[in-house]
C-alpha cells in the first residue's frame, strides 16, 4: 500500500507569489495534518484537517491555509510568500481525529524555497 | 507556550559507543513520542510514552518519561552506522473535539562512525 505521498517534492518560488502544496494521505486516512520544519529545527504545526473540517491551526499567519477534499486529500496554500516560508513542507495522516491511540504517518515531505 | 528543549543538538562517535539524547521542558505533556529522521524523509514514529516514569525498550534503545511528564531521555546501547539520523521528541498536547497535535524539539542529529 501507498504511504502518505506529497507533491511536488521540491519547488523554488520568488517572494509574493503564491504556493500551493499537495497531499495524499493514506488510503483509508481520513485525518490530514501539515507541519512546517525549517532547516535546523523540529517540524511545526501548522493546520488538521478531519472529514473536510478544519480542527486545529497552529500559530501562523493568515496567509497560510488549507483545505480537505471529499477524496481526503488536501492542498496547504501560502499567499504573498516570505524569505522566511522557506523549509521543508510535512504532510501526516491517520485514520481518525489524531490521538496518540493511533500511529501517525509523514509524507517525504515538499521542500520550498523562496529567493 | 510549549517549549521541548534537546540536548545535545550534534553528536558524532565511534561505531559501539553508548549515547544518551535528552528531551526537556517547563510544560506538562499527556505523552512524549520519540521519531528518527533520515534526509530526504518524513518522521518516523519509534515510540509513545504516556506514564510518568515510563520505561520502553525496542533492542537497543531505551526510552524513558519523567517522573513529572516534562522531560525524557532516549539511551542507546552498542550505537551502530544504521543509527545515523535525526532524532525528535514530540509532546503531544491535547486538543479534545480539535484533536491531537505534537510540539516538536528542534532534534539531535546522531552521526555513528564505522
Known amino acids: 500500500d501507498a504511504g502518505v505521498t506529497q507533491s511536488p517534492t521540491h519547488l523554488i518560488k520568488t517572494r509574493g507569489q503564491h504556493v500551493t502544496l499537495r497531499c495524499s494521505p493514506i488510503s483509508g486516512h481520513k485525518s490530514v495534518s501539515w507541519y512546517q520544519q525549517v532547516l535546523g529545527q523540529g517540524p511545526q504545526f501548522i493546520f488538521q484537517?478531519?472529514?473536510?473540517?478544519?480542527?486545529g491551526r497552529g500559530n501562523f499567519p493568515d496567509r497560510f491555509s488549507a483545505r480537505q477534499f471529499p477524496n481526503y486529500s488536501s492542498e496547504l496554500n501560502v499567499n504573498a510568500l516570505l524569505l522566511g516560508d522557506s523549509a521543508l513542507y510535512l504532510c501526516?495522516?491517520?485514520?481518525?481525529?489524531?490521538?496518540?491511540?493511533?500511529?501517525?504517518?509523514f509524507g517525504s515531505g515538499t521542500q520550498l524555497s523562496v529567493l | 507556550t510549549q517549549l521541548l528543549e534537546q540536548s545535545p543538538q550534534f553528536l558524532s562517535i565511534q561505531e559501539g559507543e553508548n549515547l544518551t539524547v535528552y528531551c526537556n521542558s517547563s510544560s506538562v505533556f499527556s505523552s512524549l513520542q520519540w521519531y528518527r529522521q533520515e534526509p530526504g524523509e518524513g518522521p518516523v514514529l519509534l515510540v509513545t510514552v504516556v506514564t510518568g516514569g515510563e520505561v520502553k525498550k525496542l533492542k537497543r534503545l531505551t526510552f524513558q518519561f519523567g517522573d513529572a511528564r516534562k522531560d525524557s531521555s532516549l539511551h542507546i546501547t552498542a550505537a551502530q552506522p544504521g543509527d545515523t539520523g535525526l532524532y525528535l521528541c514530540?509532546?503531544?498536547?491535547?486538543?479534545?473535539?480539535?484533536?491531537?497535535?505534537?510540539?516538536f524539539g528542534a532534534g539531535t542529529i546522531l552521526r555513528v562512525k564505522s
Open positions: 501526516a495522516s491517520s485514520l481518525f481525529l489524531w490521538s496518540t491511540n493511533e500511529k501517525l504517518f
Open positions: 514530540a509532546g503531544v498536547t491535547a486538543g479534545g473535539e480539535y484533536g491531537n497535535k505534537l510540539v
Open positions: 484537517y478531519y472529514e473536510k473540517e478544519e480542527r
